[in-house]
């Protein structure tokens, strides 16, 4: 291995501990002997796969519907055109009227409802984390060490917002460098290339989300570059290794009943739900960089986001979080879980649309910030269920 | 057992009504005994008119000032901000500093500006030095963005000003101002903004002033360019919200509108905190020198109370540039939000001008309790300051200076967390020495900006 021009080699050894402590975070299983399957139970594989397979059918339905194919090579001039857009495509004039979220929360819940455990295991609770945001007086000092985990240890008091965006980038082991850019305009130049359907359902939940949203219509345009971007990054495709989840497949043109012909769709084998954008949303308020904004959603999703819209049996999965957030409910507020049952009114239903966006959109820009501090910081989704479980406190807002 | 307040309201405005009912308040006319009046701007005119022999008494207070206009007249507000900087420059004020380009460091928060037809000679001559600069066309007292369009060639203002001095018939509608266009903006995603800032003036002189902390900014709809062929595109231009009401783009769930709060939370996040927290601090100190730079023509009348809506653009260089003030900012709600704020904004307003719900007297000067003014903020207070200042002398233990240097050296130190914590407990006391109007204070907020904290430690 080469040294960097500039670093020294005590630099560089840092950043080589960073980079084998993500990478180990990344893969829990790496020392065990025999390589885990991608979901251990069976029951929760299958709903999985029908649920994969419900929502390719519904996207293809769309496409049938609309008379539109999954994807189209744009032609020169259209391509030109969105190039010359690329930054205010806010503008861009499209008829999205006939075009729908392919799934929403509630489709999702339906899905998490009818799982059912042949074995009726013990489900374990997890730590309920203390939500006050505290502030570090003295950052500076992590940030100038720059060891990953010293970032994450002082992460779960909560960053400063002057210094969260560098404590993220160190956190997830993120560096914005000439490769990382050149990526970036590859991924943008596949964008202009090619036309998905998946862009349309992007420029859709842009529309019905972030646009709508008083916090984060500044960022619209932004939004579009980066979920574009996003859609045709094969690099997302990684994290099916360990998650429960197949990317969808689609064959090409004329070459039906082939399995040469199949390829994944779209490109980076994760379609979006009523609501994606949010993820990416609260980023805007640190990162102005759209490369820098771009890789640390890329991170973020796939270490963690995607668990909260696949059915898996991951301790921090969406299936594990609604039965923590019931177990919570419970013994926090045993008086509103009972009034809600006499009521046959279902926590999960008004709280599933919170879990599955990370609450993005549904708290304030800076509480959401704090809130993923802790997620980064303990590596855990666990703490939205705990937040989900405070819900009286957050209907109040 | 209080006595009912009686107020009186000549505009049909649903916000200031609603709040005067849930205050339990009586509707009076306005020929009869009323205690608050919130009146349109002609009324104002005919109260205070010494012809018709008006007399307030102890008991009456009333939302405007007689010369509010000095303020928020376009023209006005220029010739007394010149006037005010000059007569600092001659009492040799530290605030008068020019750097070496000739230009004031701390006073230059408004754009160049020029009164037509009257300074025409002038502006153009500064307008041949920068051939290549682009002006703002602006009536002088409308508003909402009405008569307002963009030049860059004087040519263009001679077509439109030849048959208007012709016009001698209407010399009220043919003043119009010309200001330097602020042409580098700061840009969130792509799109120009303006800050809209809600002030409570209590009085002039001494100077007495709060700063709503609800303020929104208004963005445009399109993406901005400076480029001449778009120099036309008003949605590109002017943030109104009366002017992007019109564009397509236009969204009625937000309206443009952002808290001044995310915009804080974005400039700490992109930008880091000391930036975010030196513009703010230069918004307030903006405020307090236009106030103070009107301060000698307005009328001095213990009944007045005035709410001025702000409006600021930010550079990209991070600096706040005057814009206007409105005297009578739209109290009309364009979505929910607005609604709420706006709502907010005028029972904050009676929070601190008629403490505990109570009868107003304008003799006994009752000022309202601090946990007990909403979203209002005490940033200039000169009678007050002038006491903080004594005390501090008097007492080792007074703590106000003492804090006040302690955020400083934290914040020199990097320890900014721990003095932000500090500072919103005492908040308004920290703001009263930063920003007081007293020459001595000033002189420390000039120091504090060039030469760290030094000098405040050893004034102290």
């Known amino acids: 291995m080469v040294c960097a021009n500039g670093s020294s080699f005590e630099d560089y050894k840092q950043k080589l501990q960073n980079a084998i402590y993500q990478y180990l975070l990344k893969h829990p299983d790496i020392r065990e002997p025999v390589k885990q399957e991608k979901e251990p139970l069976d029951f929760v594989q299958k709903a999985q796969t029908n649920w994969e397979r419900r929502i390719f059918k519904s996207l293809n339905n769309m496409c049938n519907d609309l008379g539109i194919a999954l994807s189209r090579k744009r032609p020169v001039s259209e391509q030109k055109e969105l190039e010359a857009k690329w930054t205010e495509l806010g503008t861009e004039d499209m008829d999205l009227s006939r075009f729908r979220p392919v799934y929403s929360p509630r489709d999702f819940l339906e899905v998490l409802m009818s799982v059912r455990n042949p074995n009726l295991s013990q489900v374990s609770i997890g730590v309920d984390h203390c939500l006050q945001p505290s502030k570090l007086s003295c950052m500076f000092p992590v940030l100038e060490s720059y060891q990953a985990p010293l970032a994450r240890e002082y992460s779960k008091q909560g960053c400063p917002q002057n210094l969260r965006a560098e404590m993220w980038a160190l956190i997830l082991g993120v560096e914005t460098t000439d490769a990382s850019r050149l990526q970036f305009e590859h991924l943008k130049a596949s964008v202009f290339l090619h036309d998905l359907i998946v862009d349309k359902l992007i420029f859709k939940d842009i529309n019905l989300t972030a646009s709508n949203d008083d916090q984060y219509f500044v960022f619209e345009d932004l939004l579009y570059q980066i979920l574009l971007v996003f859609s045709r990054d094969t690099a997302v495709l990684d994290h099916f290794e360990y998650s429960s989840a197949n990317p969808p497949k689609a064959h090409l043109r004329g070459g039906r009943n082939n399995e040469d012909t199949l390829v994944i769709y779209p490109p980076n084998g994760v379609i979006p739900f009523h609501g994606f954008s949010m993820f990416v949303c609260p980023l805007c308020y640190i990162y102005e960089d759209p490369v820098t904004l771009y890789m640390v959603f890329r991170e973020l999703y796939t270490l963690y986001f995607y668990l909260l819209h696949t059915v898996s049996s991951h301790p921090q999965g969406i299936l594990s979080l609604c039965l923590l957030f019931e177990t919570l409910l419970h013994e926090l507020d045993p008086h509103l879980t009972y009034h809600m049952a006499s009521k046959e009114i279902q926590p999960l239903k008004v709280v599933i649309k919170w879990l599955m966006r990370a609450f993005s959109g549904y708290l304030s820009a800076d509480q ?13 989704l666990e703490i939205l269920a705990g937040v989900g479980a405070r819900m009286d406190k957050i209907i109040s807002f | 057992m209080a006595e009912t307040v009686k107020y009186c309201c000549d505009l049909d405005i649903s916000v200031v009504s609603a709040n005067f009912e849930k205050r339990g308040w009586s509707p009076v006319g306005s020929d009869e005994d009323w205690n608050v009046y919130w009146a349109s701007v002609l009324t104002i005119r005919n109260i205070f008119n010494p012809e018709n022999g008006y007399k307030l008494r102890e008991r009456q207070i009333i939302n405007h000032f007689p010369t509010y206009q000095e303020l928020t007249r376009k023209d006005y507000i220029v010739k007394n901000i010149n006037r005010y900087r000059e007569e600092l420059d001659k009492q040799g004020s530290p605030l008068a500093e020019k750097d070496n380009m000739g230009k004031y460091i701390h006073l230059d928060f408004i754009p160049l500006t020029f009164a037509l037809p009257n300074d025409y000679n002038a502006f153009a001559e500064v ?161 307090i020198h236009s106030l103070k730079a009107t301060a000698p023509v307005m009328i001095r009348d213990k009944h ?128 009263h020495s930063l920003k007081a109007t007293a020459p001595v204070m000033i002189r420390d907020k000039h120091c504090f900006e060039c030469y760290g904290y030094d000098i405040i430690i050893t004034d102290d």
């Open chain 2, 127 to 287: 307008f041949k030095k920068n051939p290549t600069s682009t002006w703002i066309m602006k009536p002088c007292g409308k508003s909402q963005g009405i008569g307002i369009f963009l030049i860059n060639k004087l040519s263009q203002l001679k077509k439109w000003s030849g048959p208007l001095q012709n016009s001698a018939q209407n010399p009220i509608t043919a003043t119009y101002v010309v200001s330097r266009y602020i042409d580098n903006p700061l840009l969130i995603g792509g799109k120009k903004f303006d800050l809209r800032l809600y002030i409570l003036v209590l009085s002039f002189k001494p100077l007495k002033v709060y700063l709503y902390k609800l303020g929104f900014c208004r963005f445009c709809q399109l993406k901005y360019t400076c480029n001449m062929s778009d120099l036309a595109n008003m949605f590109v231009h002017l943030t109104n919200v009366s002017i992007q009401r019109q564009g397509d783009e236009y969204n009625s769930v937000h309206g443009g509108k952002w808290t001044i709060q995310n915009l804080r939370l974005y400039l700490e996040g992109t930008q880091g905190k000391e930036v975010a927290d030196k513009l703010f601090s230069d918004i307030k100190s903006l405020i």
């Open chain 1, 368 to 380: 959401i910030l704090l809130l993923w501090d802790r997620i980064l910081a303990y590596n855990s």
């Open chain 2, 304 to 431: 007045c109370f005035e709410c001025y809506g702000y409006d600021i653009i930010i550079s990209d260089d991070l600096k706040p540039w005057l814009i206007e003030v409105n005297a009578s900012p739209s109290l009309l709600t364009t979505t929910d939000n607005d609604r709420v704020l706006k709502h907010e904004l005028v029972d904050d307003i009676f929070k601190v001008m008629c403490p505990g719900n109570t009868v107003p007297n304008v003799e006994t000067d009752r000022t309202p309790d601090e946990n007990n003014i909403g979203n209002f903020e005490l940033i200039a207070d000169e009678l007050e300051s002038i006491d903080s200042e004594q005390c501090s002398k008097n007492s080792v233990h007074g703590g106000k200076w003492t804090i006040q240097n302690l955020r400083l050296y934290l914040e020199g130190t990097q320890g900014k967390e721990v003095a932000d914590k500090l500072f919103s407990d005492i908040k308004s006391l920290i703001i």
